[in-house]
């Protein structure tokens, strides 16, 4: 069965074009022209995702979510803000509010629909649990008492502002805190003996690092640093360790992560071994626009490299070819455009 989109939006044209590309997609859709409109919609059809801008009349994107949060029918949809670049703060109080996802307006067609597609994946996955039997009803309770159990813990946190390349942790060091990425992106990275760095991951906003010692009372294994201007929010480890141990539900959701991290990293060194260096360049390309949520990104030479576990001038010759062959396009200031997403994702192993 298709699934049901309800995008809540003022602006005709952007809902139009909207409406457009998800009827192509194969999805059902239905529209609103404002926050009233939309909550109505959403509480007689029960839609499978919901797209909404923040700014409209009537009622914003924020009521709309506060309201739909407090219904059993509506809490659990998936719910994607539409913002624009410079509405930073929307976007924070949104997250804070349980939104699952934002996208930033002027969107790109693809990664908006690479972004419905994996919510509508996750959403589908927790539905499956809420089956007849007992088991699977208290699996889909569990992973909804886990989110809420994790969103008291990120309140009213220490934010601490990082500048572009900050350290943040080394290893070696004790851990004093998790990390809750508010806005910027992380890298963790290893520094072999010969100093050759490689990232083993990145960081968006929504997500969490350096959980992985705590349970072992363990040092850091890897180092943390910003790829761009962040914002974290620092929780500290005791907190942290309480509601681990005392709560089973959290502590289940833990665990699912920690295995998901190590498939994830088994994944990477596949990659790295047996694709080629363009499949690889490719894959960091994607991965690095993934986090920033756009497909136009300052990133150094470098860091594209160490995700991609090649040389600095093997990378920037791929890129080269890259741009020759229209799949990317990069400026006079170096900032590189992804221009076919879906060609990267093809390219060949």
Known sequence: MEAKILIIEDNQDVRENLEELLQLSGYTVLVAPNGKVGTALALKHVPDLILC??????????????????????????????????????????????????????????????????????????????????????????????QKEFEKLIENREIRKYSKKDIIYDAGQYPKWLYYVVNGSVKT???????????TNIYAPGEIFGYLPLLMDATYHDN?????????????????TLLLFNNREFAATYIKNLATRT????????????????????????????????????????????????????????????????LINIDDNNKIELLRIDKLHQMPQ
């Open 53 to 146: 801008d923040v700014m409209m009349p009537e009622l914003d994107g924020f009521g709309v979510l506060r309201i739909l949060s407090n219904h059993p029918s509506t809490m659990d949809i998936p719910f994607i803000f539409l913002t624009a670049k410079t509405e930073k703060e929307d976007f924070r109080k949104g997250m804070g509010l349980g939104a699952d996802d934002y996208i930033t307006k002027p969107y790109d067609d693809i990664q908006l629909l690479d972004t419905l597609e994996i919510r509508l994946k996750k959403s589908a996955r927790i539905k499956k649990s809420f089956d007849k039997s007992g088991y699977g009803l208290q699996r889909f309770i569990d992973e909804t008492k886990a």
């Open 189 to 199: 990275y290893l520094i072999n003996e010969f100093g050759k760095e490689y990232t």
């Open 224 to 240: 943390a640093a910003t790829i761009d201007d962040c914002e974290l929010k620092l929780i500290p480890i005791e907190d942290f």
């Open 263 to 326: 498939t994830e990293i088994e994944a990477q060194m596949i990659d790295i071994a047996y694709s080629s260096v363009r499949k690889r360049v490719a894959n960091a390309l994607l991965k690095f626009s993934k986090s920033k949520n756009c497909t136009s990104m300052s990133i150094l030479r470098d860091d594209i490299a160490n995700l991609a576990g090649a040389a600095k001038e093997t990378t920037i010759r791929t890129l080269s070819d890259f741009k020759s062959e229209g």
